[in-house]
Nanobody, 116 residues
């Protein structure tokens, strides 16, 4: 089982920035894709961004140009730099990893709140 520990959430004003981190531990040798999803109450969890082991990235249209995903393979850590934050970015953000055999793991979630 892969364990994921997230950090970096909080409260920020519109236009501000936050950086989320997610460190993976245990059985990390076969992790392929790492990513971030978010969820607000009453809505489905949605993709924010993903990054492959080779560094290929994918972003939701709503965050393109504002968020940057990166990873440090040596540290089994994925980051999400969030800039120009908007109130609609308010959500619980979840880290996700996928291993080569297809199983997936989730972090516990970290709250991001953007005030107007």
């Amino acid at each position: 089982q892969v364990q994921l520990v997230e950090s970096g959430g909080g409260l920020v004003q519109t236009g501000g920035s936050l950086r989320l981190s997610c460190a993976a531990s245990r059985s990390t040798f076969s992790i392929t894709v790492m990513g971030w999803y978010r969820q607000v109450p009453g809505k489905r969890r949605e993709l924010v961004a993903t990054i492959s082991a080779a560094g290929s990235t994918n972003y939701a249209d709503s965050v393109k140009g504002r968020f940057i995903i990166s990873r440090d393979n040596a540290k089994d850590t994925v980051y999400l730099q969030m800039n120009s934050l908007k109130p609609e970015d308010t959500a619980v953000y979840y880290c996700n990893v996928v291993r080569i055999r297809g199983d997936t793991f989730w972090g516990q979630g970290t709250q991001v709140a953007v005030s107007s």
